[in-house]
């Protein structure tokens, strides 16, 4: 009921006890709750003598619909929270069927208790803050839950410890309340705000509710006239779809008309009370979340641009650029030199696609090689064309590049084991030392070759002569007679 000057209200519950009774503000703020244990008398005068007890029982009332306030109070906490007021619970604290007994504010109350008492176990009572939980999933809903259905909650927390570390402690041993098994999702704040998850969820939940609704519709068209059901609809999943889609549209004109005129016309009590109940659930769809919510504006379009670093473990050792095109990427690759000292040299993508949390810097390849399914175990890179491409583009040059050189190490193999041809008399005759000091056309087929061999050449020269010194430095002194030899 709700009282007509301070506009505020006071809900009354049954329970095996008596009675629960819960006084709100004109804001929808739970100000003051208590038991009233007399179950034998009826709830009218169970109100009147709580009114009585309180000193209210002068003031003037007037009934409001149960669910339709309740729905009311729902929706409030929701709205508190995207409008930025965190609050440790929802604040719900009526009883609903779907928790078994137990009110929303009960449930989040004891996770939040539940979470604490983890943390302290843990020694990290003073590093991490419980800030909110909130009741989601199935259960928040009449029409989706089924007995066997978890009882899932968000809790909200900042400071450190991993999400799955942090959620394999909270589930390890199993929490049930009231005979429903409880579970607990914890979130970084710093990942993702309760607000924002809510919103997702709720989101989410409308599209599994419209589908649920729209499930029910099809049942009751077959039921209450089969006949012609089977004359009309040739594939009931075809036909469940089809609802759906005309719920998502908001073409639902034709649907009501037609509760409408069952409910009117139909002798069949149990006809007349599903189709008011379908109507009312279909009414009370075109308010769902994911009709009223504002569009999100458009995501800029994604870009990707690379880095090289000669430290991909530490970019800030040695060379670094970035802000570059594949092509010019590998260029500066290729120029930096082998035997630096600052480790593995690399090329790197920056992936900007309005992702707040894959949009940055991540590796590509290091010392000639691209890790692919390191990279396409984060879904967010796995699923980009972008990145897929820059995946692949690399991947081609480095078989190329890893041809070439096996193609020149074969050459060179060839050159020392099979001798050299006699030459004709009537050939012209070169001095070796004159063919090694000719230098070959520019655009002459083996130029690319004979630069990748010397570059190979060097390479294993200054690779020889760093493996000599080495082993000169770790040549052991000569032993004494009599001293033991690991």
């Given at each position: 009921m709700q009282f007509?000057?301070?506009?505020?209200?006071?809900?009354?519950?049954?329970?095996?006890?008596?009675?629960?009774?819960?006084?709100?503000?004109?804001?929808?703020?739970?100000?003051?709750?208590?038991?009233?244990?007399?179950?034998?008398?009826?709830?009218?005068?169970a109100t009147y003598e709580i009114l009585k007890s309180e000193r209210m029982d002068d003031m003037e009332c007037i009934k409001v619909d149960y669910k339709e306030f309740e729905a009311m109070t729902i929706q409030h906490s929701k709205d508190l929270l995207q409008a930025g007021e965190l609050r440790a619970t929802s604040e719900i604290g009526r009883d609903e069927v779907a928790l078994n007994g137990l009110s929303r504010a009960e449930v989040e109350r004891g996770v939040l208790y539940h979470a604490q008492g983890i943390l302290e176990k843990m020694g990290l009572e003073n590093e991490v803050e419980l800030l909110a939980a909130r009741v989601h999933g199935?259960?928040?809903?009449?029409?989706?839950?089924?007995?066997?259905?978890?009882?899932?909650?968000?809790?909200?927390y900042r400071g450190n410890i991993r999400e799955d570390s942090f959620f394999n402690e909270l589930n390890a041993h199993g929490m049930a309340m009231a005979g429903i098994k409880v579970d607990i999702n914890p979130i970084a704040e710093e990942r993702i705000t309760l607000a924002e998850y809510m919103k997702e969820s709720e989101a989410y939940l409308d599209q599994k509710e419209i589908e649920k609704l729209a499930a029910d519709l099809d049942n009751f068209s077959y039921e209450y006239d089969p006949y012609e059901y089977k004359d009309t609809v040739e594939d009931r999943e075809e036909q469940v779809e089809k609802i759906t889609e005309d719920i998502l549209n908001q073409k639902t004109e034709?649907?009501?008309?037609?509760?409408?005129?069952?409910?009117?016309?139909?002798?069949?009590?149990?006809?007349?009370?599903?189709?008011?109940?379908?109507?009312?659930?279909?009414?009370?769809?075109?308010?769902?979340?994911?009709?009223?919510?504002?569009?999100?504006q458009e995501q800029p379009e994604a870009t990707i641009t690379f880095y090289v670093a000669e430290c991909m473990e530490f970019p800030v050792m040695g060379e670094y650029h970035n802000n570059l095109t594949l092509e010019e990427a590998i260029k500066i690759y290729e120029s930096i030199p082998a035997d630096r000292l600052h480790g593995g040299k690399g090329i790197g993508f920056d992936l900007q696609d309005g992702d707040k949390d894959y949009s940055g810097e991540y590796e590509l390849m290091?010392?000639?090689?691209?890790?692919?399914?390191l990279i396409d175990m984060i879904p967010h890179y796995k699923e980009s064309p972008l990145v897929q491409k820059a995946i692949n583009d690399m991947?081609?040059?480095?078989?190329?590049?890893?041809?070439?050189?096996?193609?020149?190490?074969?050459?060179?193999?060839?050159?020392?084991?099979?001798?050299?041809?006699?030459?004709?008399k009537e050939s012209v005759s070169v001095e070796p030392n004159q063919t090694q000091k000719k230098e070959p056309v520019?655009?002459?087929?083996?130029?690319?070759?004979?630069?990748?061999?010397?570059?190979?050449?060097?390479?294993?020269?200054?690779?020889?002569?760093?493996?000599?010194?080495?082993?000169?430095?770790?040549?052991?002194?000569?032993?004494k007679k009599g001293d033991v030899e690991l």
């Amino acid at each position: 009921m709700q009282f007509t000057k301070s506009k505020g209200y006071l809900t009354v519950q049954a329970t095996e006890e008596g009675y629960f009774y819960i006084f709100y503000d004109s804001d929808l703020h739970e100000i003051h709750s208590n038991d009233y244990d007399d179950p034998k008398i009826s709830v009218q005068n169970a109100t009147y003598e709580i009114l009585k007890s309180e000193r209210m029982d002068d003031m003037e009332c007037i009934k409001v619909d149960y669910k339709e306030f309740e729905a009311m109070t729902i929706q409030h906490s929701k709205d508190l929270l995207q409008a930025g007021e965190l609050r440790a619970t929802s604040e719900i604290g009526r009883d609903e069927v779907a928790l078994n007994g137990l009110s929303r504010a009960e449930v989040e109350r004891g996770v939040l208790y539940h979470a604490q008492g983890i943390l302290e176990k843990m020694g990290l009572e003073n590093e991490v803050e419980l800030l909110a939980a909130r009741v989601h999933g199935s259960r928040s809903r009449e029409e989706l839950y089924r007995n066997d259905s978890d009882l899932d909650v968000v809790l909200s927390y900042r400071g450190n410890i991993r999400e799955d570390s942090f959620f394999n402690e909270l589930n390890a041993h199993g929490m049930a309340m009231a005979g429903i098994k409880v579970d607990i999702n914890p979130i970084a704040e710093e990942r993702i705000t309760l607000a924002e998850y809510m919103k997702e969820s709720e989101a989410y939940l409308d599209q599994k509710e419209i589908e649920k609704l729209a499930a029910d519709l099809d049942n009751f068209s077959y039921e209450y006239d089969p006949y012609e059901y089977k004359d009309t609809v040739e594939d009931r999943e075809e036909q469940v779809e089809k609802i759906t889609e005309d719920i998502l549209n908001q073409k639902t004109e034709c649907l009501k008309d037609w509760l409408v005129e069952i409910s009117e016309e139909s002798d069949i009590d149990s006809d007349v009370i599903t189709a008011r109940s379908l109507l009312s659930r279909l009414e009370n769809a075109e308010n769902f979340s994911i009709f009223t919510r504002q569009p999100e504006q458009e995501q800029p379009e994604a870009t990707i641009t690379f880095y090289v670093a000669e430290c991909m473990e530490f970019p800030v050792m040695g060379e670094y650029h970035n802000n570059l095109t594949l092509e010019e990427a590998i260029k500066i690759y290729e120029s930096i030199p082998a035997d630096r000292l600052h480790g593995g040299k690399g090329i790197g993508f920056d992936l900007q696609d309005g992702d707040k949390d894959y949009s940055g810097e991540y590796e590509l390849m290091c010392w000639d090689r691209v890790d692919r399914e390191l990279i396409d175990m984060i879904p967010h890179y796995k699923e980009s064309p972008l990145v897929q491409k820059a995946i692949n583009d690399m991947e081609k040059y480095l078989n190329e590049k890893h041809g070439k050189v096996q193609e020149a190490e074969q050459a060179v193999e060839v050159k020392q084991e099979v001798p050299e041809a006699p030459v004709k008399k009537e050939s012209v005759s070169v001095e070796p030392n004159q063919t090694q000091k000719k230098e070959p056309v520019k655009g002459e087929k083996g130029e690319l070759k004979k630069s990748v061999l010397q570059s190979l050449k060097e390479f294993q020269a200054r690779a020889k002569a760093q493996e000599q010194k080495n082993k000169e430095a770790e040549k052991p002194k000569a032993h004494k007679k009599g001293d033991v030899e690991l």
